[in-house]
């Protein structure tokens, strides 16, 4: 040690007293050797200069410093000070992208100094005074007397402390310096490249900074000319030359290629009316990325996005990602983007360089909110990849999402074999989602995101989800992929929701607009009642629950065209049924609906204790399947059930407005549905009819569509009643074209075969039950009963009226339902019997269906216990036909009924000229009624015999007549129509086609209209009555008690029975003319009409029901 | 007839001020004849100025009654001091600076934008906060505009008016503080340019000296202080960077004197007011030189160019040990110790009753100088010097690094007072030792002149030739 008494150590130690020996003042050379024990590294800021403007002094010697020691990497504070300037630099050099948060202040010396001066204030002045004198004492030193203005940088992005937040401004020394204070708040808003946060920790020299900043840089030097500038800003020029040499060579040749022009790659930064500029050279600025040029790793991958493709950017700080290219350079380990930028992607800036370009986060993909269902997903909709017996979840992915990646690439799997979606279950009902996007080089951004339930506030900023439960249902039908097999799609989606403000939106590749929403009932107690009909294809469904968003994925599937489906439609009065076979083979099956070609896919397995979703998709679509072993089954109940808001004026949709409802008759009506039986002859709006029929078409279609089978090799055999008119089948066959066009195609005369209802069942019992060659085949339905007779298997005869099954259980023309005899015999036993097995569901629909007040309906219901599954099996089975078989008095209604329709047959038969007929084959749902007659089919044939041989006047010789029919006499129409060969055309049955007016045994009703009938014709049909039935009973008389022996009816009421029936006879004809006239009204027809059919029965309707009521 | 003008600036001004009035008041020569001087500093209770100010304060009664005295050889207190005439207390009152931020006393609300703008730039938010009652806390930057209030005030009028030609100025400082750091270019800067007062042409042109103090202590370190010595250096080292061109280039200055040590002592840390009392240090004490130095340049060495100055010792010993008179450079030894231990000897023989007591001397009683002058104002101005004088000693002599020249706690033997030094026989008196050796040298040296001299006169030469004789005979100095 020394004996001088200063800090520095290499000098002169002979110096004694103050005798001099420094000849000159302390200069770098001492100040480098005094020790500094705290190092440059004290963290506190160096004030210490006696100047205004001592920053500025300090960044000059920062830069002395640091290029003085050649350390460009250190830790000092002069380090961070070089560091801060080059940010403040790489700001003003990237003003454009951070402009947003930006302002640029000019201080103007000579005009702001006088101020100062001239203030009133006297603190200003002295102020000024004191800027003044430095500014001119220290010229020299700092560029000062060539200073014009110093341009500053004022910060009014987030987080701004105040209204004068400066960071930095220019320098006449150092060309740039920074703010004393801690800039730290916005340096994440101010990042100017990818790379170097500015004002942080980590100090960055300039040759690691943005390469196009350095270039920058050394092209201002250059144009300024290298000796004048390394003269004027001595310290920041050795600076540039030490960092230099630390570039690679390939950056070297860069800068050496650059000449005085090179500058003007940049161009000139100005502000207003002002260049920016320091002691006159002007700064220049980067020019914004060109998005057309941008590279980067981190593109999204999509196969489907034609716009201009964004970044994918990670929000988790980690190595994962650093060696794949941001903007200029690789990501950073430290970098995080945001989670949440609520600007359009169009208006964003890259975090972190702010370039202007499109960039995704996760809140772009995640939905802040995720609906958890108390319910086990089916495999009808894709679970997200999480597995769970109990709950399940709705995909909280957001629309953005799929404008890159489609629904099938969600369920699949990145190039790691990793799922691009995985849902991950933690804790009670929480859930952590992950999401993988593609980008490039075969990589992805993993996005997690952790939903937890809570009462607070979302925070998707801060990347906390939110779990909230809630109950629906929701079903696709058909879950068809159309698109892939190229046919145009008819979707129904049920939705059922139990809260308000729910709502379905529909997406696909293309837009996907929904055709109809109905909404049968809304969410109260119990869930809301809606129909999404939809003619276009989707592949995702978001489900909005009070404002919540997330995304249902059904798995549509596709399937082959190959086979070939042929259907036979009976639509009947009372029941309907459907008979299909695949390719052409003989065997032919009831539609049904298996649960491998199920229509209507639920989007959970069940729904637990939540009934009302269960029996939402029974009652307002269809069951899951149904067949032969189901509780539903073909041939059911003609009954559609429409909303109760239906509106026939508007469009409507089947299974939207309406639906067939296959619990009708085993459950209760619920409230939002109508139903409506009768349709095939009703008097109200044909549109219903139209919308039950396209509810089967929509049901055939399915079928075709989940069985492989092409939809134009369909072929459809359905059933026109001979005893309508031309005009009035001619309206039918329109509405059969217009829907088989609608679902299948082009209907031809070979798709779309229209057979009369007479002629089908002949083929079944010829081709199946070898009937003889002289038939006569009598199908009785519902309402109509058709007559058909072949001899020598030549077709002879063929007649439809409109006496059937409804006309001995109906009340007639105007009895009061009350009063049904059939209804009042037996409804105490049937319901006795009900309650005894506790069937509180069929209590319940029984009394739905009683409420209508339709006897007919109310005697389907108490048929259709006996094969209503439910019930079959308990300890007291309802056979509805057993009991009427055993009601002997009752059974006079079948024998006059059964009597009148053979009676009628036989003098047409007659009048035609016709041989005997040989075979007596019934079908027809009504002809079940038979067996009340007699079990025995030779009494049925020696009944039938009986009145034939009475009629005709001559007796069976040689040749018996035989009586055939079949267990499941309904399945005969559809049977037959589907193996049918040669079909006779309309015309041909229109020739075949006879009727007995009704007046007598000879006048047919051709070319006989409706307004010819008078009073003479009515009485002629009365008195023709009354003969039948002396005539019925003479053969009782003169075949030894037959009705009572042979067929047990009660031999002490006979007398009473023909008295009834011979009651009102030209009133009830009168009432059945009108009610006809009425239905042709209805059908916009008037009475000029064709007459369709013979007059005989009319009275015999209400003879029937009369006699049903009044025999005790 | 020239005159000094000291300016002392902050905590450091203040204490080489005291340095250099002890020198003055033990006889120390100063080839000016007045030295005035002015302390700058905004910390109204620092207890280092009121201490200086308190000793001037006494120096200046005592000089008063020791005036016009012909055939007196006496030079204790003898150069004049003097305030600048209007001034109160030696102090350049700054305003506004009580209870006051920086940014209030710029009152920055009220400035334009652009001016807010650049206010913002140039300051912290710190310096912009700082209350600067105590200072600028090591805050130069603020000092700078903060101190500039000497152009145009009347205190700098007062002081340009009583300037002549041929009179010098020098200012002292350190340069890692806050208040010293700033004040000392300012200053210099305002001498240089101001044009205010008539004088400004002399003024301008007039020999300036300044003595510029590194750093020699440190403080402890205490989070909440602004003042941390851990950036003592880097302060430094930026501040000196600046002076070489701001100051020295630009030949503003004609004479710089530095000074620094690395054996450094810590002192409790205190940001400024009545606490800020560190004790007196030989820095400050060859600060004090360096103004006698310059006073002592003749004009045709300062008419070369800027002198540049460091101070050196003549030991080469371990700098922990103590420094003692014979390891001071030849000039300065020879200049102090003599009328240091003059004055210590004064000290030791007055504080030990002797003087009391010794009424029935003859000195005493010859002179009259009996009860009433002994409790009169002029002694108890003397006691109060003596007292701080003591002090002065006592605090170099436990500081680091520790200048011990003398045993100054100790009272018996008297003689043994002068470290590395033994007193020698005084031959006339040989066996009168100790306090009856100087009783005996007051009374027979004392001095056979002007009778019409005062008490104070005739008590201040008596004791300057017998302390001079016993130095002379005891130490050969």
């Known amino acids: 040690m020394g004996s001088v008494l200063r800090l520095h150590k290499e000098a002169d130690n002979n110096i004694k007293d103050w005798t001099g020996g420094v000849n000159r003042a302390y200069g770098s050379d001492v100040i480098e050797q005094i020790q500094d024990p705290g190092g440059a590294r004290a963290d506190k800021e160096i004030t210490s200069i006696p100047s205004p403007f001592a920053r500025v002094d300090l960044a000059r010697s920062a830069f002395h410093y640091v290029a003085d020691k050649k350390d460009l990497d250190g830790k000092t504070i002069y380090h961070k000070l070089v560091s801060d300037c080059l940010d403040i630099g790489e700001i003003f050099f990237n003003y454009d992208k951070l402009a947003d948060k930006l302002e640029i202040i000019v201080w103007d010396k000579k005009k702001e100094i006088s101020k100062l001066e001239n203030s009133s204030i006297d603190a200003h002045q002295i102020l000024g005074q004191t800027l003044k004198m430095y500014l001119e004492q220290d010229a020299e030193a700092y560029n000062f007397d060539r200073m014009d203005k110093i341009f500053l940088l004022r910060y009014k992005g987030p987080g701004k402390k105040g209204d004068m937040d400066i960071i930095g401004a220019t320098s006449p020394r150092t060309l740039f310096f920074s703010s004393a204070n801690d800039l730290a708040y916005c340096s994440e808003q101010l990042r100017p490249s990818g790379k170097d946060k500015p004002f942080d920790d980590e100090y960055s020299p300039l040759y690691q900074r943005d390469f196009k900043f350095q270039k920058y840089l050394y092209a201002l030097r250059v144009s300024y000319g290298e000796t004048k500038f390394a003269h004027d800003f001595p310290e920041f020029n050795s600076y540039l030359q030490e960092s230099r040499r630390r570039l690679t060579d390939e950056q070297k040749d860069e800068l050496e290629k650059m000449d005085e022009k090179s500058i003007n790659e940049f161009p000139v930064f100005s502000i207003g009316s002002n260049t920016v500029e320091v002691i006159g050279i002007s700064l220049h600025k980067g020019t914004a990325i060109d998005p057309d040029e941008m590279r980067s790793d981190f593109f999204i991958a999509s196969n489907i996005y034609q716009g201009r493709r964004p970044l994918v950017l990670p929000v988790k700080t980690g190595n994962t990602y650093t060696d794949l290219r941001y903007v200029q ?87 790691d074999g990793k799922n691009m979606i995985d849902m991950r279950e933690f804790g009670s009902g929480s859930v952590e989602v992950t999401l993988r996007i593609p980008i490039q080089r075969g990589r992805y951004i993993e996005y997690v995101r952790e939903y937890r339930k809570t009462d607070g506030e979302v925070r998707e900023a801060a990347n906390e989800g939110r779990v909230i439960e809630k109950k629906f249902g929701l079903g696709v039908m058909p879950l068809v992929d159309y698109a892939a097999i190229g046919a145009k799609p008819f979707y129904r989606v049920a ?33 809301s009642i809606e129909s999404y009909v939809l003619e276009e294809n989707f592949n995702r469904i978001y489900v909005e629950i009070d404002k919540v968003k997330n995304v249902a994925l059904p798995i549509l599937k596709s399937y082959g065209t190959a086979a070939k489906y042929t259907f036979a439609v009976d639509f009947g009065t009372t029941n309907t049924h459907i008979e299909y076979s695949v390719d052409g083979g003989r065997a032919s099956y009831a539609f049904d609906i298996k649960s491998t070609d199920q229509q209507m896919q639920r989007m959970h397995v069940d729904y637990k204790s939540d009934r009302d979703l269960e029996y939402a998709f029974l009652d307002a679509f269809i069951p899951n399947t149904v067949g032969d072993n ?63 029929l396209d509810n089967l078409f929509l049901l055939m279609r399915n079928k075709v569509v989940l069985g492989g089978g092409g939809l134009e090799n369909t072929k459809i055999v359905w059933f026109y009643p001979v005893s309508m008119t031309k005009a009035r089948c001619t309206r039918f066959a329109d509405i059969w074209k217009k829907l088989y066009k609608k679902y299948f195609g082009e209907p031809t005369k070979e798709k779309l075969v229209i057979m009369s209802e007479s002629v089908a069942p002949y083929y079944y019992y010829k081709r199946d039950l070898g009937a003889k060659s002289n038939v006569v085949t009598i199908d009785i339905g519902g309402g109509t009963t058709d007559v058909y007779v072949v001899e020598d298997n030549k077709p002879k005869m063929l007649s439809s009226f409109r006496f059937a099954a409804n006309s001995v259980f109906g009340d007639g023309y105007n009895f009061p339902p009350r009063s049904n005899g059939f209804v009042n015999t037996f409804k105490s036993d049937i319901q006795g019997a009900l309650q005894a097995n506790k069937q509180n569901e069929l209590i319940n629909a029984y009394k739905s269906i009683e409420s209508t007040e339709n006897s007919t309906d109310i005697i389907a219901f108490f048929f259709s216990l006996a094969s209503n599954k439910a019930f079959k099996g308990t300890n007291v089975p309802i056979d509805f036909l057993e009991m009427l078989t055993k009601n002997d008095k009752l059974k006079y209604t079948f024998v006059v009924f059964y009597g009148a329709i053979l009676y009628y047959v036989a003098k047409m038969m007659k009048a035609k000229g016709l041989a005997l007929p040989q075979t007596l084959a019934f079908s027809g749902n009504g002809s079940k009624t038979l067996k009340v007659l007699s079990t025995d089919k030779e009494t049925l044939a020696k009944f039938a015999q009986l009145i034939i041989e009475k009629v005709y006047g001559e007796k069976y010789t040689g040749v018996t007549l035989e009586v055939i029919y079949e267990d499941e006499p309904k399945l005969a129409t559809c049977k037959g129509g589907i193996s049918c060969k040669e079909n006779p055309s309309y015309e041909d049955v229109d020739k075949l086609k006879t009727s007995l007016l009704g007046i007598d045994e000879k006048q047919f009703t051709t070319d006989y209209h409706y307004d010819k009938i008078k009073s003479d014709e009515i009485n002629a049909v009365a008195k023709m009555v009354s003969e039948f039935i002396d005539f019925l009973f003479a053969i009782n008389d003169e075949n030894k008690n037959f009705f009572v022996d042979s067929l047990a009816t009660d031999a002490s009421v006979i007398k009473n029975v023909k008295e009834i029936c011979k009651e009102d006879l030209v009133e009830y004809t009168k009432q059945g003319l009108e009610k006809k006239l009425e239905e042709i009204k209805s059908w916009g027809m008037g009475n000029d009409a064709e007459i369709e059919e013979t007059l005989f029965f009319y009275p015999i309707v209400a003879m029937l029901s009369n006699l049903a009521r009044k025999i005790k | ?395 170099m002599a436990t500081n680091e690094r520790t200048f011990k020249p003398f045993n100054e706690e100790r009272t018996n033997p008297l003689f043994d007072i002068v470290n590395g030094k033994s007193a020698s026989k005084y031959y006339p008196h040989l066996f009168t030792r100790n306090y009856a050796l100087v009783d005996s040298i007051l009374n027979t040296r004392w001095p056979n002149w002007n009778k019409a001299a005062t008490r104070e006169q005739k008590f201040m030469e008596i004791f300057y030739r017998a302390t001079k004789d016993l130095v002379e005979h005891k130490y050969n100095m």
């Open chain 1, 630 to 692: 189901d509780d539903y089954a073909f041939p059911m109940r003609t009954v559609f059930a429409e909303s109760a808001k239906i509106d026939y004026r508007k469009p409507t949709e089947s299974l939207a407005d309406g639906n067939i409802p296959f619990r009708y008759e085993k459950s209760p009506i619920p409230q939002y549905n109508r139903p409506k039986t009768d349709l095939k002859w009703s008097n109200d709006d044909a549109q219903r009819i139209e919308l039950y």
């Open chain 1, 495 to 527: 939705f059922f929701a139990k809260s308000k403000n729910s709502k379905l939106h529909f997406a696909g590749d293309g837009a996907c607009s929904v055709k109809a929403h109905a909404i049968r009932s809304e969410a109260e107690t119990t869930c």
């Open chain 2, 1 to 395: 007839m020239s005159k000094l003008y000291v300016f002392g600036i902050g905590g450091t001004g203040s204490r080489v001020l005291k340095s250099l009035t002890m020198l003055l008041a033990s006889g120390v020569e100063c080839k000016a004849d007045t030295i005035v001087p002015i302390i700058i500093d905004p910390d109204d209770s620092g207890a280092d100025k009121t201490r200086t100010i308190e000793l001037m304060n006494q120096y200046m009664a005592i000089h008063s009654k020791l005036e016009d005295n012909e055939g007196s050889t006496n030079k204790f207190f003898k150069t004049e001091i003097k305030p600048v005439d209007g001034m109160t207390n030696f102090i350049f009152p700054l305003k506004n600076t009580r209870n006051c931020k920086f940014k209030d006393f710029i009152e920055m609300s009220q400035l334009d934008k652009e001016s807010l703008a650049l206010v913002n730039m140039l300051f912290s938010e710190k310096n912009l906060n700082s209350d600067m009652k105590v200072g600028f806390k090591g805050n130069p930057n603020i000092g700078s505009v903060v101190l500039n209030q000497f152009a145009g005030s009347q205190e700098y009028k007062d002081f340009a008016n009583g300037f002549s030609a041929g009179d010098r100025i020098f200012i002292i400082s350190s340069i890692f503080g806050g208040t010293g750091a700033s004040g000392f270019p300012l200053l210099l800067k305002t001498i240089r340019t101001d044009k205010s007062s008539q004088a400004w042409s002399i003024i301008s042109k007039a020999r300036v000296g300044a003595v510029t103090v590194l750093p020699y202590f440190n403080v402890e370190e205490d989070e909440n202080s602004g003042v941390d010595s851990a950036t003592f250096i880097s302060k430094t080292k930026s501040a000196l960077a600046y002076y070489e061109r701001n100051i020295s280039q630009n030949g503003s200055i004609d004479a710089l004197y530095y000074l620094g040590d690395n054996v450094k002592a810590t002192y409790e840390n205190h940001d400024g007011g009545s606490k800020q009392q560190n004790k007196a240090h030989l820095i400050e004490l060859a600060a004090a030189l360096s103004v006698l130095d310059f006073a002592a340049t003749p004009e045709e060495k300062l008419a070369e160019g800027t002198q540049h100055y460091e101070y050196g010792l003549e030991t080469t010993k371990d700098p922990k040990q103590q420094v003692l008179f014979q390891d001071l450079g030849k000039i300065s030894r020879n200049a102090i110790q003599g009328p240091l231990t003059q004055f210590i000897l004064m000290n030791k023989y007055l504080e030990n009753s002797r003087a009391r007591q010794s009424k029935h001397q003859p000195w005493a009683i010859d002179n009259k100088l009996d009860k009433n002058f002994f409790n009169g104002d002029f002694y108890a101005a003397v006691e109060k010097v003596q007292k701080a004088y003591y002090e002065w000693l006592h605090e």
């Open chain 1, 329 to 415: 350079d690789n990501w950073q380990d430290e970098n995080a983007a945001p989670y949440l930028d609520n600007r359009e992607l169009d208006e964003r800036n890259l975090p972190f360089t702010a370039d202007r370009y499109p960039y995704l986060t996760i809140s772009d993909f995640l939905t802040p909110t995720v609906i958890l269902m108390p319910y086990e997903i089916s495999g009808a909709f894709f679970n997200g990849n999480q597995q769970d017996d109990e709950k399940s979840f709705l995909l909280p992915v957001k629309d953005t999402f799929f404008k890159f990646f489609t629904p099938k690439e969600l369920m699949g799997k990145m190039p």
